[in-house]
């Protein structure tokens, strides 16, 4: 079936560097969703793309989608504290149900 | 608040025992979720509801029913469960099946069976 993968699976940063995380699919997808889980909290949505080789940005995130729509990065400019957690990719899946990559957890040292 | 709530947030139970979840979603949305999150491991979907008509089982066993009454609320009884059911149970909902808009989700019930 449809899987989406995630790297890296764990990131450890201190407070001020940058930090990616990749998210790779079997097949192309019609969009890709990314959410973030902070400790202790349930995942929030955080933005969709849906057009290929589209940038979003959310102050210091930003998403992007790739040209063949097969995968997508976010980066985080400058981490804060605030940002730690669980950084979840999802896209659709057979039966078009949403299939969530195993997520990257991020860490930030202060 | 999200607009998906799930009570209760933290349930201890006995193997022997019966229990419910219960998630109400405000948010008129047509489709609702079950999903396990177990550490270390993704997110595991469970079942699905679309317009209260259960369109998606993932193979789960049989000690896990849910119910869905109306558009807005979803249950899920649990009975005879094992330990390696201890996990966050959360509850999501969708504008439409595809969730093409994005899931809201529920705060979760963090199951512990002893």
């Known amino acids: 079936g449809q899987q989406v993968m995630q790297i890296p699976q764990y990131q450890h940063v201190q407070e001020g560097e940058d930090f990616t995380t990749y998210c790779n699919s079997s097949t192309t997808l019609s969009n890709i969703q990314w959410y973030k889980q902070r400790p202790g909290g349930h995942p929030v949505f955080l933005i969709q793309l849906v057009k290929s080789g589209e940038v979003k940005k959310q102050k210091r995130l930003t998403f992007q989608f790739g040209e063949a729509k097969k995968n997508s990065s976010l980066h985080i400019t400058a981490t804060q504290t605030t940002d730690v957690g669980t950084y979840f990719c999802a896209g659709p899946g057979y039966g078009n149900k949403l299939v969530f990559g195993a997520g990257t957890i991020l860490r930030v040292k202060s | 608040e999200t607009g998906v709530t799930q009570t209760p947030r933290h349930l201890v139970m006995g193997m022997t025992n019966k229990k419910s979840l219960k998630c109400e979603q405000h948010?008129?949305?047509?489709?609702m979720y079950w999903y396990k999150q177990s550490a270390k491991k993704p997110l595991e979907l469970m079942f699905v509801y679309s317009l209260e008509e259960r369109v998606e089982n993932n193979s789960v066993p049989s000690r896990f029913s849910p119910e869905c009454p109306n558009s807005s609320h979803l249950f899920l009884h649990l009975h005879t469960l094992q330990p390696e059911d201890s996990a966050l149970y959360l509850c999501a909902s969708s504008q439409d099946p595809t969730g093409f808009y994005g899931y809201t989700f529920g705060s979760g019930t963090r199951l512990t069976v002893v």
């Open positions: 948010l008129g949305h047509n489709a």
